[in-house]
């Protein structure tokens, strides 16, 4: 179907979508749900299409296996379903109503955004995932997922449609563009008549590309260079497990910790508690002078994993069992070069100071600034959520992990009585 | 300077600005409108080349008059300034902070966005308006004027920066970019690494272009083609007191009304209610077929003003003394060319029936709507924010008339004990 078409229905449908009551929104999800377990099959049949030609041109094993279903997958996707029916629906909550002088009462009510667009790579998860979050908020979604998961993608749209249909809900809730060509999916950044947000979900490429052509606005969800600072001041038995979690519980997520800033005057009582730690994880330490020459008096690194740090690893997300980590002469300076070379992502002091604290928590410009807690808390779920859409390190709309209200906004409704403007 | 440097300032002073007191933000600010008072001669001076190089290039006397300053304008300019000190500062608040299970102490404070870019017309007021609405609330500002009021904006600037330094603040808290290329206008658009986000204020032109152009996130503060819907059962007086309120009380402006949308049960009753007001005020009324026939048969237009509309007029803001009208079957038919033909800034329903009332402000999508009032009320004043930025018609981060906060972003601030992920 042509673009403009796909655009044309999904904001009609919008309309009827934003209407439906939570009980009917609901009974769709879990009707949703249930297609999904009873059309397995073919869902996995049409998977197989897309893991054979994978196979083919040579697709890394970590792709293939996120493009990857099985019966357990599918059962996951149809739990988070579920999940998302079970979730208080924002839409229509009216907040902050006010009378004023004149008599008019004013107050702002939670409305679908109205047609999301999603743009993500081959992992067909994400297909469920978008459809249902942006179902329970009243929009229509259109969906441009990466073409290696074009077969698994239209099977799952599809099986999605029909449970919608059965429900008595306009099929084009959801609609899913196949064709693969770029030229589509920049027209697609570009159709501001129809598409009220874009939001990318992938990699660093995929989010620059999209902000770079979109003129529709576009949530960003990024990178995380995430810093974990330990203050003079600090515990350091605390300071030493808030690392090891960050650092090493799950490597390649936004949230884990990237690189270490440590205040002088506790380097040398720090490294040598996490040097045990990083041989333990094989993590490898990209140090400054300081920390390279206390860790080298320590020993125990094994070989080459302790290495000097170069100005580049200021800014690397490395999403490995790499760490970086610089000394600074005080707070200050910290607060400053974590601003420097964060993302904008999550950032943990670990201090006893008050004042530090709450310095740090002012004065960092991050989604998420933390004392004494590990940056892995940045989600959606563990913010008690419910769900995530993503984490965004943009500051407009929506800043860290977002939950259902991000795939929302507001209009003012004003109750009068006849009131003109004098 | 160079753009780039330009940015890098902004950035850089914006740690700064972002941790201002209150107090010493409504300090400087009150030294910034006397400092406007006292330097009004010079100011006045570089605007009389502007206006004297306006009137050789031959510009419109419209856009001459927004030029053009005097000491009344001057000393509006100073009071805004001190309104906008009065104001409550939004910084720092601290919403909705909770105690997870696990004992982490989660809240989402306000924060600066930041840099704040402003690109806009020849109106020197908007100069100091966009700087004390960014200052108080914490953010630094560039800004791109117009060409034609360039001397203008360079004396405003360099007031308000030495009136900053005397007060001990950074003067880069506003930088005016004079450069007058078309590419650096472009660049600034696309300068992400500095400017957190871009306000367009101006013309539907303006605004397109910078939407097209920009990578930088954009608040879009739009075009108002605001209908009003007379119902079957409306109050017929009142429904006369509000069009012509609605229509005639300021033309020029996004919130006055362009489109009647009126019940067919009631038109034969309101149009002979409404001609005379039409007659009074001149107002050219483009009509459907039913309200053209039940004009002719009341009589009283004057020669000229009755028109069948064409199929344009629906999507068309006048921002004159036009107006066009349709009759429809049904508040459904009412809604859905409403839907179709705004701009999503404000509609209103004149009724009497509640069922009526509640369906229009439920599936009405725009910023604002209204039962039984006028669409002028559209306003940040009106809505009782005590300042406005501009309204947004775009559905992202801020809907509808802007106050302080829609220049503010949030972070979540998280006090823990050592709390790591399991």
Redesign the interface.
């Known amino acids: 179907m042509e673009l403009k078409e796909i655009g044309r229905r999904a904001k009609e449908v919008s309309?009827q979508t934003?209407?439906l009551g939570t009980d009917a929104k609901n009974h769709a999800l879990r009707a949703v749900a249930e297609a999904l377990l009873t059309h397995a099959d073919q869902i996995l049949a049409e998977n197989q299409k897309d893991l054979v030609k994978g196979r083919e041109n040579g697709m890394a094993e970590g792709l293939l296996d996120r493009l990857m279903l099985d019966k357990e997958r599918i059962g996951q996707m149809a739990k988070g379903v579920l999940q998302v029916a079970d979730l208080e629906d924002p839409i229509?909550e009216v907040r902050a109503m006010?009378r004023?002088p004149n008599g008019?009462m004013?107050g702002e009510?939670r409305?679908p955004?109205?047609v999301v667009g999603m743009i993500y790579e081959a992992r067909p998860n994400v297909t469920v995932d978008a459809f249902c979050l942006c179902f329970k908020t009243g929009n229509a979604v259109i969906l441009k997922g990466g073409s290696d998961a074009l077969c698994s993608n239209a099977a799952l749209v599809a099986v999605i449609r029909d449970a919608l249909a059965a429900e008595g809900i306009p099929k084009d809730a959801v609609q899913l563009i196949t064709d693969p060509d770029r030229e589509t999916t920049t027209a697609f950044m570009r159709l501001?008549e129809y598409v009220?947000?874009l939001i990318p979900r992938g990699g660093a490429g995929l989010i620059r590309t999209v902000?770079?052509r979109a003129?529709v606005?576009?949530?960003e969800t990024g990178t995380g260079n995430c810093h974990i600072y330990v203050d003079e001041s600090a515990?350091l038995k605390?300071a030493v497990?808030?690392i090891?979690?960050?650092k090493t519980?799950r490597i390649g997520v936004c949230n884990a910790c990237e690189s270490l800033v440590i205040h002088r005057n506790a380097a040398d009582r720090l490294i040598p508690l996490l040097i045990p730690v990083f041989a333990k994880h094989r993590v490898e330490l990209r140090a400054d002078e300081a920390i390279y020459a206390a860790a080298e008096k320590t020993g125990g690194m094994p070989e080459g994993l302790l290495c000097p740090a170069a100005e580049a690893d200021w800014g690397t997300e490395y999403l490995d069992y790499v760490i970086s980590a610089k000394t600074t002469a005080s707070i200050d300076e910290a607060i400053a070069h974590i601003?420097r070379y964060n993302t904008g992502h999550s950032e943990t002091i670990v201090t006893q100071d008050y004042a530090n604290?709450q310095r740090f928590?002012?004065?960092i410009?991050?989604?998420?600034?933390?004392?004494?807690?590990?940056t892995?808390?940045?989600d959606g779920f563990?913010?008690?959520f419910g769900a995530e859409i993503g984490i965004s390190t943009?500051?407009?709309?929506a800043?860290?992990?977002m939950g259902l209200p991000a795939l929302t906004?507001?209009?003012?409704?004003?109750?009068?009585?006849?009131?003109?403007?004098g």
């Open positions: 309309r934003g209407k229509g006010k004023r008019l004013i009510m409305v955004l109205g501001n009220d947000v902000v770079e003129t606005p576009v949530i515990d605390m497990e808030i090891e979690n960050a519980q601003n604290a928590l002012g004065e410009d991050a989604a998420c600034v933390y004392v004494n807690a590990s892995r808390f940045s563990e913010f008690g943009q500051k407009l709309h800043r860290g992990p906004s507001t209009k003012y409704i004003i109750y009068g009585n006849g009131q003109i403007r």
